[in-house]
């Protein structure tokens, strides 16, 4: 039983890892930080803001979870790549088009 046990936390720890560093890099900066930033100088509530922005980010994140996991059952993996790779590189030319026209 302890072989599996110490797999599992391995696991665990890398998945979580990888999901934090992630989502807090791809986050930092961005809009959402900024518009929290803003609010929070606005209103004079930075805690109640940060609340806000916690719960907002919580379900939003549960939103993509729950459909990741909806469709991880109904899709293989190998559609879920190519679809990923299709939309990623549907997203890099219209944003590479914005650039060119600038």
């Known amino acids: 039983m302890e072989p599996v046990s110490k797999q599992f936390y391995r696991s665990f ?7 934090f560093a992630t989502i807090f890099l791809a986050e930092m900066g961005d809009k959402t930080q900024l518009a929290t930033l803003l609010m929070s100088a606005e209103s004079g509530q930075p805690w109640i803001v940060f609340c ?8 939003t994140s549960l939103i993509g979870v729950l459909l990741g996991w909806w469709l991880a059952k109904r899709v293989s993996p190998k559609a879920m790549d190519m679809a990923a790779a299709t939309i990623l590189l ?4 219209l944003l590479l088009g914005d650039v060119v026209q600038m």
């Not at 720890?13 to 999901?19: G, V, Y």
């Not at 806000?52 to 379900?59: D, E, K, P, R, S």
């Open 90 to 93: 549907i997203v890099s030319i």
């Open 13 to 19: 720890r890398a998945t979580f890892t990888a999901t």
């Open 52 to 59: 806000g922005a916690a719960l907002a980010l919580i379900a």
